[in-house]
């Protein structure tokens, strides 16, 4: 059976340098939304819990459930549903009518909209949003915002943390008002926390870097970051196929020389997606992917049991023209997952 293989060692190196750019672990919210970027949700909350973590970020309430247990705070970016929540939980206003859709004593966060134009309140709106969340009895314990291009090198990152600071400013004001202790402040992301300079927010959500990767523009420090995941396939059959002859669906590939071919349990239905026919595929060993990608197999000139199809997406992501968090995200939730 095909297989993710998470490794222990690469996560906690990846979070020790999070953590000293951050300032300590307790800066740190792991963010693990959509299976936590395919690695498998449960597997990373409890290596990040192992590791001594407490606060995670998630997409919405079946995703907190799952590993409500493992950390102290769990902030939901999008839930639609609005029911009562555990005490672990803290919900984020996406929109003013959030704040009275919440049952009394939620924890929220308001999202402040500094440029993005995805989700959030206007800064504006603050005041009104504040007032609102004592009239509900709700518990604001956070504010944050999201930076639209942090790893670019535009100075849009410079101008949204020029937003966010205003924003911390009136908070801070309002709060004082309403004789309210101060909520967490909060924008970095993997990006936004690498490009900053003795960080002092209360924590940063980090996605993509405690996985091993990161998106930044070269011309930034890029931190020494190692994958976690790896991808492997076991062999289903082999066989000799003479020079000439084709593999796999359109006859894409055609064998140069007499040569083995064996096809492994990976395919497109698991996430791994057909690569376009202009390119190549070879894996870290060396070994080429022969033709198309079908949806339950694919084909590679090696004779083995057990291949890793990859233990690093970048060359992958360049092949397909997109990001390292599209190749693990589409990773099908029902690979089984072993943490070595
Ligand atoms: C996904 C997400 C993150 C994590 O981003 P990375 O680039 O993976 O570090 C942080 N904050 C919000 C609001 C997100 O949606």
Redesign the pocket.
């Known amino acids: 059976m095909a297989k993710v293989i998470l490794y222990r060692e690469n996560y906690f190196h990846n979070l020790k340098i999070i953590s000293q750019q951050a300032g300590s672990k307790n800066k740190i919210a792991v ?1 693990l ?1 959509d299976n936590a ?1 395919g690695h498998g949700l449960l597997e990373m909350a409890t290596l990040a819990n192992e590791y001594g973590i407490t606060k995670a ?1 998630v997409r919405n309430y079946d995703e907190a459930i799952i590993i409500e247990k493992l950390f102290r705070e769990i902030l939901i ?1 999008a839930d639609t549903s609005f029911h009562t929540y555990s005490h672990t939980f803290h919900i984020t206003i996406n929109k003013l009518e959030d704040i009275y859709r919440l049952p009394e004593n939620t924890n929220v966060h308001i ?1 402040v909209d500094t440029g993005m134009h995805r989700n959030g309140i206007h800064k504006n709106e603050l005041k009104e949003a504040i007032h609102g969340i004592c009239k509900q009895n709700l518990k604001f314990t956070g504010c ?1 915002t ?1 930076h639209r291009s942090a790893d670019e090198l535009s100075t849009d990152f410079y101008w949204q943390s020029h937003e966010f600071a205003i924003v911390k400013k009136e908070v801070k004001k309002l709060c004082e008002q309403l004789s309210l202790p101060l909520p967490a402040f909060h924008s970095c ?3 936004a926390l690498f490009r900053t300079k003795n960080f002092d927010e209360d924590f940063a ?5 405690q996985y091993g990767y990161i998106e930044n523009n070269p011309i930034f420090d890029i931190p020494n970051l190692k994958p976690v995941m790896s991808l492997w396939g076991n062999k289903i059959s082999s066989r000799k196929i003479t020079k000439g002859e084709h593999v796999g669906y359109g006859a894409t590939y055609q064998a140069p020389k007499d040569m083995v071919v064996t096809n492994y349990d990976v395919g497109y239905g698991d996430g791994f997606l057909r690569i376009s026919g202009e390119h190549e595929y070879k894996t870290h060993e060396g070994y080429q992917l022969l033709g198309r990608v079908s949806m339950d197999n694919l084909s590679l000139d090696c004779d083995k049991e057990e291949v890793c199809i990859f233990n690093d997406v970048k060359e992958l992501a360049k092949l397909h023209n997109t990001i390292s ?1 599209e190749i693990t995200t589409t990773l099908n939730p029902r690979i089984k997952k072993e943490v070595q």
Do not use: E, M, Q, T
């Open positions: 963010v939304k970027y970020v970016l999202k944050f999201h992301n993997s990006s959500r980090v996605g993509i870097a968090y």
